[in-house]
């Protein structure tokens, strides 16, 4: 097939590039590079051998995302490209809503006037909110508990809408649990801008030397340890799914919401002692005050993907750990790996 990746430049999509090259598909990468390195195409072609079209512009130009399909006609799109930091999206709700709902209904006005019916979207476990327990089920509730939660939502609601109508043939809401790792080549990987506010990539500057300690928010949790736990799985496990659930949706013309996880729950200091291990470096730890909105506990059951495509994470956390920290290490110029 030929697939465009909106926010094909990003984190996962670059991710998912590589592994839908990898499985003979050709890429097209459209990304206006707000929040992407320059060289990631060329990083992939490096990766994969593949010359990957790219098209910079934003999502919400109509006319450009038409003549981006008209100019390579695709099968499908997957689309990534949105902001996704909760605490930017409470303080300028609308550009949120702006780029990330009204960009999506852009998307799909394009893919409409150019004649492509299917998708697959990367929605994200947020939209359970504070779920009552775990592991997480598709048809638990969902709850908006911030504006990146509510865009979310608002955008799997948008597709599944135009799927039920007849609008789209084939689409796939994919409810990513906590994305981390990178690429065991270093080529490609995640560059956070400024203070990461998520684990792994602070855990792996603190390894680096340029943060003196991890803050742990919180050991009073209702947990084994104590810390919060999480369903951490491995970008590459993550993008490899991507290129399962496209093939299911175009050969069945079938719609589905599913969620992408491990399983498996894993607490900080678990994260942190698997870190240590992989990677023989020393975490200094702070015991901070819990991190306001924070859930205690969080994983997925991931069932439905294994059944519906055959999809399964092979990578643990050490995996995760030790690749996250050779794409930083390789970014900070640190040859120990
Ligand atoms: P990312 O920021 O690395 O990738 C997004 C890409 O989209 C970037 O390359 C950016 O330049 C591009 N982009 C943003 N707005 C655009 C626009 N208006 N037009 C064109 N390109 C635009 O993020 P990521 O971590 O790869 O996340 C990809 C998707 O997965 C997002 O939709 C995000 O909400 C979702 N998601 C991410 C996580 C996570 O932890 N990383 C978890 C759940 C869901
Ligand atoms: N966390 C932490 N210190 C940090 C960043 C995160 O202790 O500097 C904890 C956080 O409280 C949560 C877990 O690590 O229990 C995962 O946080 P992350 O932000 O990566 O994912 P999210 O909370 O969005 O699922």
């Known amino acids: 097939m030929r697939v465009m990746l909106t926010g094909g430049a990003g984190y996962i999509g670059s991710h998912t590039a590589a592994a839908l090259a990898a499985r003979g598909h050709q890429v097209v990468i459209f990304d206006n590079f707000a929040n992407a390195e320059r060289d990631v195409p060329a990083r ?7 010359k990957m079209p790219v098209i910079e512009a934003d999502i919400r130009d109509v006319p450009a995302v038409v003549a981006a399909l008209r100019e390579y006609p695709v099968d499908a799109v997957i689309h990534f490209a949105a902001l996704k930091a909760v605490g930017e999206s ?3 709700p609308l550009l949120y809503y702006d780029m990330n709902i009204i960009g999506t209904i852009r998307l799909l ?4 006037q150019a004649g492509v019916a299917r998708i697959v979207f990367s929605s994200s476990a947020t939209v359970y909110g504070q779920p009552d327990s775990s592991p997480i089920l598709e048809d638990f509730p969902t709850r908006v508990e911030n504006i990146y939660g509510r865009t979310k939502l608002v955008m799997e ?9 007849g609008k789209l043939a084939a689409a796939a809401n994919l409810r990513y649990f906590n994305p981390v790792g990178a690429h065991p080549s270093a080529l490609i990987g995640e560059t956070p801008r400024g203070v990461p506010n998520n684990l792994m990539p602070y855990v792996t500057q603190v390894a680096t030397g340029a943060r003196p ?3 742990v928010f919180g050991n009073d949790y209702a947990t084994p340890d104590g810390t919060g736990v999480r369903d951490y799985i491995h970008v590459v496990d993550l993008a490899e799914a991507h290129a399962l659930a496209l093939e ?3 050969a069945n013309n079938v719609s589905i919401t599913v969620n992408l996880g491990t399983g498996e729950g ?4 678990q994260l942190v002692q698997a870190f240590e291990t992989a990677t023989g470096r020393k975490i200094p730890l702070v015991i901070a005050p819990r991190r306001p909105g924070d859930v205690s506990s969080y994983y997925a059951n991931p069932a439905l993907a ?3 495509f055959g999809w399964r994470a092979k990578l643990n956390v050490e995996d995760m750990c030790r690749d996250s920290w050779r794409w930083q290490a390789s970014r900070a110029g640190i040859n120990d790996v």
């Open 44 to 50: 992939l072609e490096r990766l994969t051998g593949q």
């Open 90 to 92: 409470e303080a300028d």
């Open 109 to 112: 006005q394009a893919m409409q």
């Open 157 to 165: 609601d948008l597709i599944r809408d135009l799927a039920r109508t």
């Open 213 to 215: 300690h991890l803050n």
């Open 248 to 250: 299911h949706i175009v």
């Open 266 to 269: 894993t607490s900080v200091l």
């Open 306 to 308: 294994e059944a519906t």
